[in-house]
Protein backbone atom coordinates (compact mmCIF):
# COMPACT_ATOMS: atom_id res chain seq x y z
CA UNK A 1 0.00 0.00 0.00
CA UNK A 2 1.54 3.24 -1.65
CA UNK A 3 0.54 6.63 1.04
CA UNK A 4 0.22 9.84 -0.55
CA UNK A 5 2.85 12.36 0.23
CA UNK A 6 0.43 14.08 3.01
CA UNK A 7 -0.12 10.98 4.71
CA UNK A 8 4.17 10.90 5.02
CA UNK A 9 4.24 14.00 7.41
CA UNK A 10 2.56 11.53 10.11
CA UNK A 11 5.16 8.93 9.22
CA UNK A 12 8.37 8.54 12.27
CA UNK A 13 11.44 6.97 10.96
CA UNK A 14 12.90 4.71 13.27
CA UNK A 15 15.61 2.90 11.25
CA UNK A 16 16.96 1.61 8.22
CA UNK A 17 17.63 -1.73 6.19
CA UNK A 18 21.09 -1.94 6.49
CA UNK A 19 22.10 -5.37 4.87
CA UNK A 20 20.22 -8.97 4.42
CA UNK A 21 20.77 -11.85 6.73
CA UNK A 22 20.69 -15.65 5.61
CA UNK A 23 19.03 -17.53 2.83
CA UNK A 24 15.84 -17.06 3.64
CA UNK A 25 15.07 -12.81 3.04
CA UNK A 26 15.82 -11.96 6.47
CA UNK A 27 17.12 -7.58 7.01
CA UNK A 28 19.09 -6.61 9.35
CA UNK A 29 18.27 -3.59 10.70
CA UNK A 30 19.84 -0.13 12.15
CA UNK A 31 17.06 0.26 14.88
CA UNK A 32 16.59 4.25 16.16
CA UNK A 33 14.97 2.77 18.75
CA UNK A 34 15.32 2.65 22.43
CA UNK A 35 16.43 0.14 23.41
CA UNK A 36 17.27 -0.89 19.92
CA UNK A 37 15.71 -3.80 19.73
CA UNK A 38 12.40 -1.89 20.28
CA UNK A 39 11.69 -1.55 16.69
CA UNK A 40 11.03 -5.57 16.45
CA UNK A 41 7.47 -5.02 18.34
CA UNK A 42 6.06 -3.79 15.62
CA UNK A 43 3.76 -5.44 13.21
CA UNK A 44 3.80 -2.55 10.70
CA UNK A 45 6.72 -1.17 8.99
CA UNK A 46 6.56 1.66 6.39
CA UNK A 47 9.52 1.11 3.94
CA UNK A 48 10.63 4.31 1.79
CA UNK A 49 12.01 3.29 -1.82
CA UNK A 50 12.50 5.76 -4.40
CA UNK A 51 10.52 8.57 -2.70
CA UNK A 52 7.71 6.19 -1.99
CA UNK A 53 6.15 4.71 0.98
CA UNK A 54 4.85 1.60 1.02
CA UNK A 55 3.24 -0.72 3.88
CA UNK A 56 5.04 -4.07 4.87
CA UNK A 57 3.54 -6.42 7.57
CA UNK A 58 6.60 -8.03 10.10
CA UNK A 59 6.87 -11.29 10.71
CA UNK A 60 9.06 -12.02 12.68
CA UNK A 61 12.31 -10.06 14.56
CA UNK A 62 14.94 -10.66 16.90
CA UNK A 63 18.24 -8.87 18.16
CA UNK A 64 21.14 -11.23 17.11
CA UNK A 65 24.15 -10.03 18.90
CA UNK A 66 24.47 -6.31 17.98
CA UNK A 67 22.31 -6.85 14.68
CA UNK A 68 18.44 -6.44 14.61
CA UNK A 69 17.11 -8.73 12.11
CA UNK A 70 13.78 -8.28 10.70
CA UNK A 71 11.30 -10.80 8.50
CA UNK A 72 9.07 -9.38 6.07
CA UNK A 73 6.03 -10.75 4.72
CA UNK A 74 6.69 -11.27 0.96
CA UNK A 75 10.06 -11.09 1.52
CA UNK A 76 10.95 -14.99 0.94
CA UNK A 77 14.99 -14.77 -0.70
CA UNK A 78 17.88 -12.98 -0.52
CA UNK A 79 18.03 -11.72 -3.22
CA UNK A 80 14.33 -9.71 -2.66
CA UNK A 81 16.05 -8.87 0.91
CA UNK A 82 18.88 -7.51 -1.38
CA UNK A 83 16.15 -5.13 -3.31
CA UNK A 84 15.29 -3.07 0.35
CA UNK A 85 18.59 -2.62 1.62
CA UNK A 86 19.01 1.39 2.26
CA UNK A 87 15.07 1.31 2.53
CA UNK A 88 14.03 3.54 5.59
CA UNK A 89 11.49 2.40 8.45
CA UNK A 90 8.79 4.57 9.67
CA UNK A 91 5.67 3.73 11.30
CA UNK A 92 2.38 5.73 11.46
CA UNK A 93 2.36 7.77 14.54
CA UNK A 94 -0.78 6.34 15.41
CA UNK A 95 0.63 3.32 16.04
CA UNK A 96 2.86 4.24 18.81
CA UNK A 97 1.87 3.40 22.37
CA UNK A 98 0.53 6.95 24.13
CA UNK A 99 2.88 8.09 27.21
CA UNK A 100 1.45 8.26 30.18
CA UNK A 101 3.75 9.53 32.91
CA UNK A 102 4.11 13.37 33.05
CA UNK A 103 7.10 14.70 31.11
CA UNK A 104 7.48 11.96 28.73
CA UNK A 105 6.94 12.81 25.24
CA UNK A 106 8.76 11.89 21.49
CA UNK A 107 10.82 13.40 20.30
CA UNK A 108 9.21 13.81 17.31
CA UNK A 109 6.24 15.39 18.83
CA UNK A 110 8.53 17.81 20.46
CA UNK A 111 10.33 18.75 17.06
CA UNK A 112 9.11 22.37 15.55
CA UNK A 113 7.72 23.35 18.53
CA UNK A 114 8.16 27.58 20.02
CA UNK A 115 9.86 27.54 23.30
CA UNK A 116 9.34 30.49 25.22
CA UNK A 117 10.78 31.23 28.57
CA UNK A 118 8.44 31.88 31.31
CA UNK A 119 8.78 35.79 30.71
CA UNK A 120 7.45 35.06 27.76
CA UNK A 121 9.85 35.72 25.63
CA UNK A 122 10.64 33.41 22.37
CA UNK A 123 13.64 31.14 22.39
CA UNK A 124 13.91 29.61 18.99
CA UNK A 125 12.13 26.47 17.42
CA UNK A 126 13.11 22.79 18.49
CA UNK A 127 15.61 21.78 15.07
CA UNK A 128 16.36 18.86 17.21
CA UNK A 129 17.12 16.68 19.82
CA UNK A 130 20.31 15.40 21.64
CA UNK A 131 21.03 12.44 23.76
CA UNK A 132 23.95 13.13 26.08
CA UNK A 133 23.62 10.46 28.80
CA UNK A 134 22.36 12.48 31.76
CA UNK A 135 19.39 14.37 30.36
CA UNK A 136 18.16 14.95 26.72
CA UNK A 137 18.79 18.38 25.43
CA UNK A 138 16.53 20.23 22.86
CA UNK A 139 18.22 22.19 20.35
CA UNK A 140 17.12 25.66 19.36
CA UNK A 141 16.83 27.96 16.31
CA UNK A 142 16.25 30.98 15.79
CA UNK A 143 18.31 34.52 16.69
CA UNK A 144 20.95 32.09 17.93
CA UNK A 145 21.10 28.26 18.55
CA UNK A 146 20.42 27.50 21.68
CA UNK A 147 20.78 24.20 23.77
CA UNK A 148 18.33 23.58 26.85
CA UNK A 149 18.24 20.15 28.44
CA UNK A 150 15.55 18.62 28.67
CA UNK A 151 14.64 18.07 32.82
CA UNK A 152 11.10 18.16 33.53
CA UNK A 153 9.37 20.47 36.25
CA UNK A 154 12.66 22.04 36.96
CA UNK A 155 13.65 23.57 33.58
CA UNK A 156 10.73 22.49 31.14
CA UNK A 157 7.72 23.33 32.85
CA UNK A 158 4.91 23.20 30.15
CA UNK A 159 4.70 21.05 27.12
CA UNK A 160 1.08 22.07 25.08
CA UNK A 161 0.62 19.79 22.18
CA UNK A 162 -2.24 21.50 20.97
CA UNK A 163 -0.55 25.54 21.08
CA UNK A 164 3.13 24.07 19.64
CA UNK A 165 4.78 25.55 22.25
CA UNK A 166 6.80 24.49 25.35
CA UNK A 167 7.82 26.92 28.33
CA UNK A 168 11.21 26.63 30.01
CA UNK A 169 12.65 28.29 33.05
CA UNK A 170 15.01 29.65 31.25
CA UNK A 171 16.64 33.05 30.91
CA UNK A 172 16.86 35.10 27.58
CA UNK A 173 20.60 35.61 28.01
CA UNK A 174 21.66 32.34 27.95
Given at each position: MSLQSADSASLIILGHITGTHGLQ???KVHSDTQPRANITHYRRLFLQQQQAW???QVTAGRQQGKY????LAGCSNCNQAEALVGAQLAIASADLPTTTEPGQFYWADLIGLAVINTQGESL???DYLLETGV?????LTGEQERLIPFVWEKIIKRVDLSTQQIQVDWGADF
Open positions: GWVQAWILLKGVVHDVLV
